[in-house]
């Protein structure tokens, strides 16, 4: 099941040299307030073994996007360019061979 409305914030702590992650959601009943996730467990699990559907937080696209965003914005970044350049770049040595043929120049 997806939880609706999860939202996610990060906030950097210094005196504890990390980041605070806090999952909630808000809710109006029994009164204004948000609900959060808390005491979250380490739970060995053998190699090999099955894992529980359960142990896992599912998220929706949005909510992803948004813990995604809250990271970049506490100053996270990839450690590496994750994005599919190579095609890109490709297309783009075709595209100045194509031009530089027509111009007759060296790109």
């Not at 970044?77 to 061979?97: F, I, N, T």
Request: some cysteine; glycine content about 6%.
């Amino acid at each position: 099941m997806i939880t609706k409305g999860l939202r996610a914030q990060i906030a950097r702590n210094i005196y504890r040299s990390g980041y605070e992650l806090y999952l909630f959601q808000r809710v109006e009943h029994p009164e204004p307030g948000a609900q959060f996730v808390t005491d979250m467990t380490m739970t060995f699990v053998p190699e090999c073994s099955t894992i529980s559907d359960s142990s896992a937080i599912l998220l929706s696209p949005e909510s992803a996007q948004e813990l995604l965003d809250e990271l970049y914005r506490a100053g996270i970044r990839p450690s590496r360019d994750v994005s599919d350049r190579g095609a890109q770049d490709m297309h783009l040595a075709d595209m100045r061979k194509i031009v530089g043929k027509q111009l007759g120049v060296d790109l």
